[in-house]
């Protein structure tokens, strides 16, 4: 939480003190977050969030984030349910081990929010509302960036790709790897998919398993990247090697990184995702339950494709 | 003879001013920054501390024991999310599924005989080989991580037992599960080292080997059982965590080993060996834990705490250099 939002708490804590009527009416609404700091994209999120909540009078948030730690987000959520918020939104760290918190959370009687990467299925029961992009149609649109593509360029039938995935573990990466391992063979079942190996949505890991990658394959026609922090990764190993010319390079999350390099040319597409509208629809589910209003239980918002092709609709993301 | 006292009191008392002090800053602080209505040093919220401190605190328990003895163990994080698996996996075995709950019970047991194991091979090859602990663990840490990997790939190992999480949320006098172990293992290694010869020859052997060896202990098998101790912990902390949860991540538990040392060493543990003492210990996990919850509290960010930790620790370690010196350079109390 930057000084600013905390001079700003500070003095509200001040008024409510001062006029208890206006503190029946503000909203308390926590969040624990994955990992802020990690990415560009998590860090954006968290800006756009606490700028979405100063924007509205009537609401008041704990900004909490888990470092990837799973035990430390079950703590942070207890304490959540500790300091009796109205609301909680989590970005989960692990889409399973959340489960047993969450449920404490809902027999507390506090509304849960999942945002950005959902929970498992046991854990539905406990949970009002999932705010957040489609994973598994996000691998799939990329599969088929990927082979529109291939087709495109007539080596639909003999290309070789290898495939970059996230942190280890985390549901978004699972999903998106299922979401593109399913759809490929669909759309262009002679491509190959050699090998798969965890970037950890870190750039200089990406870069790190392209290197390897390009050492140990001769022929690489296609590198499909969990997001486009580590497609970039991936295309600086290539750049290097001299070998980016011949590769299709495709992400998700379409970072300002990677929209740089579609422009020069040298990576072909992504799936755009902004964090600004995923941190405000998770604000807008929460506030939307607590008003009563019929939210649906999985709240998505759409992330079109992008390509060198049909990048001048799109802004330059922020982040 | 009065300076002697004050000083051995300001070094083992310094934790828990420091305690005091952080329980009296934010319960002050928290009543201007807090959004939340509830006092700081409300009973359940300090309950809930226990709780949370439980796999580090467990885990740092153990290595207070191994740096005693002078050695160090870094393979705990790995050891923790190893055992972990065993547990959740097991229980997907189809012997183990048609036993319907009874399972449970095993599933601990086949954790924490994991983790004794992985403890007995650290310890045999120090004793055997003579390598440094440092470095025979560092192997560990990366050799037992790899095994995490190889067992169920980059996936989580997943398996949801509401019994077992039911189990892991029950309280006596409100306190969950996790806190009680870790209680027991408080009481238990506390009365290890200060009433039994184990805990006599653990200070003995720290504070110089040859000596302990000239006196007759038996060094080697003695700190074969410090590494099966702390192995042992590291799977009880997992067992204790785990079965609250129910998933595990494959990178789960890492830097815990340096979490365990770093509440180890507040706890005015020396890192050379001989000197150190299990509550010093329990001081220091609560000081780190009260920092995270009390930081979040008063809505600070979440990345201060290892900024604030890191000086303290610096901090600990310069007051540790000051009292033990001698003549002019004393510190003046």
Redesign the interface.
């Known amino acids: 939480?930057t000084r600013m939002?905390?001079l700003s708490?500070?003095c509200s804590?001040?008024l409510v003190a001062m006029g208890g009527a206006v503190a029946a009416q503000t909203i308390?609404i926590g969040i624990t977050q994955n990992n802020?700091?990690v990415d560009s994209y998590q860090t954006t999120y968290e800006q756009a969030f606490i700028a979405a909540a100063e924007a509205n009078p009537d609401v008041?948030v704990?900004?909490?984030?888990a470092?990837g730690d799973?035990?430390?987000q079950?703590?942070?959520i207890?304490?959540l349910i500790?300091?009796?918020?109205d609301a909680m939104i989590i970005w989960p760290?692990?889409?399973?081990?959340?489960?047993?918190?969450v449920?404490?959370a809902y027999q507390a009687g506090i509304p849960v929010i999942i945002t950005n990467s959902n929970i498992?299925e046991?854990g539905f029961d406990f949970v009002r509302s999932f705010s957040g992009p489609d994973n598994i149609t996000q691998g799939a649109r990329a599969a088929e960036i990927m082979c529109e593509r291939f087709t495109d360029m007539g080596i639909q039938d003999e290309a070789q790709i290898v495939q970059i995935?996230g942190?280890?573990?985390y549901t978004t990466a699972?999903e998106r790897a299922e979401g593109f391992e399913q759809r490929l063979p669909e759309v262009c079942p002679n491509v190959t998919l050699m090998e798969s190996q965890?970037g950890n949505w870190n750039r200089e890991d990406a870069q790190r398993v392209m290197e390897a990658f390009l050492v140990q394959y001769d022929d690489i026609d296609g590198v499909y990247s969990g997001d486009d922090n580590m497609g970039v990764g991936a295309l600086n190993a290539a750049l290097a090697a001299g070998r980016a010319e011949d590769i299709t390079f495709v992400g998700a999350t379409n970072f300002a990184v990677g929209y740089d390099a579609m422009e020069r040319g040298e990576y072909w597409g992504s799936i755009y995702q902004s964090p600004v509208d995923d941190a405000e629809a998770a604000l807008q589910t929460a506030l939307d339950i607590l008003a009563g209003e019929d939210v649906p239980f999985l709240n998505y918002f759409d992330t079109p494709k992008i390509t060198q092709e049909n990048m001048g609709e799109f802004d330059r993301p922020v982040f | 003879m009065q300076n002697e006292t004050l000083k051995r009191l300001i070094k083992n008392g310094a934790i828990w001013a420091f305690i005091v002090i952080q329980l009296v800053f934010f319960e002050v602080a928290g009543r201007?920054?807090?959004?939340?209505?509830?006092a700081f040093m409300?009973l359940?919220?300090m309950l809930?501390l226990l709780?949370?401190s439980a796999?580090i605190g467990i885990i740092a328990i153990g290595m207070t024991v191994v740096m005693i003895n002078g050695n160090i163990d870094l393979s705990v994080g790995a050891t923790y999310a190893l055992a972990g698996i065993v547990m959740l996996d097991s229980m997907n075995w189809p012997f183990m599924e048609a036993m319907g709950d009874a399972a449970i019970p095993l599933a601990w047991l086949f954790a924490l005989f994991t983790g004794a194991i992985l403890g007995l091979i650290n310890g045999v090859i120090v004793w055997k080989t003579g390598v440094d602990a440092f470095i025979v663990t560092l192997g560990a840490m990366l050799g037992y991580r790899g095994l995490v990997?190889m067992y169920n790939?980059?996936?989580?190992t997943?398996h949801?037992n509401w019994t077992m999480?039911d189990f892991?949320?029950a309280d006596i006098l409100g306190l969950q599960t996790p806190a009680l172990v870790f209680i027991a293992v408080v009481l238990i290694v506390w009365l290890m080292m200060t009433r039994t010869v184990h805990g006599r020859n653990a200070y003995a052997i720290g504070d110089n080997r040859e000596a302990a060896v000239n006196a007759g202990i038996r060094v080697g098998p003695h700190i074969v059982v410090n590494f099966v101790l702390i192995g042992f912990l590291a799977a009880l902390s997992a067992v204790a965590?785990y079965s609250?949860?129910?998933?595990?991540?494959?990178?789960?538990g890492m830097l815990f080993e340096l979490w365990a040392i770093t509440a180890v060493v507040l706890g005015g543990t020396k890192l050379a060996g001989g000197r150190g003492s299990i509550i010093g210990t329990l001081g220091g996990v609560i000081a780190i834990?009260l920092l995270?919850?009390g930081l979040?509290?008063i809505?600070?960010?979440?990345?201060t705490v290892n900024l604030v930790i890191g000086t303290i620790l610096i901090a600990v370690l310069f007051l540790d250099r000051q009292l033990n010196r001698k003549g002019a350079e004393e510190l003046k109390v």
């Open positions: 939480m939002t905390k708490l500070a804590t001040a308390t802020v700091g008041e704990v900004v909490l984030d470092g799973v035990a430390r079950i703590a942070q207890q304490d500790q300091q009796e918020v760290t692990n889409g399973q081990a959340v489960i047993p918190a449920r404490e498992a046991d995935t942190q280890p573990g699972i965890p | 201007w920054w807090s959004l939340s209505d509830s409300d359940d919220n809930l709780k949370q796999p990997f790939g980059e996936n989580p997943y949801l999480v892991a949320e965590f609250g949860s129910g998933s595990v991540n494959p990178n789960d834990q995270r919850k979040g509290h809505g600070a960010d979440t990345e």
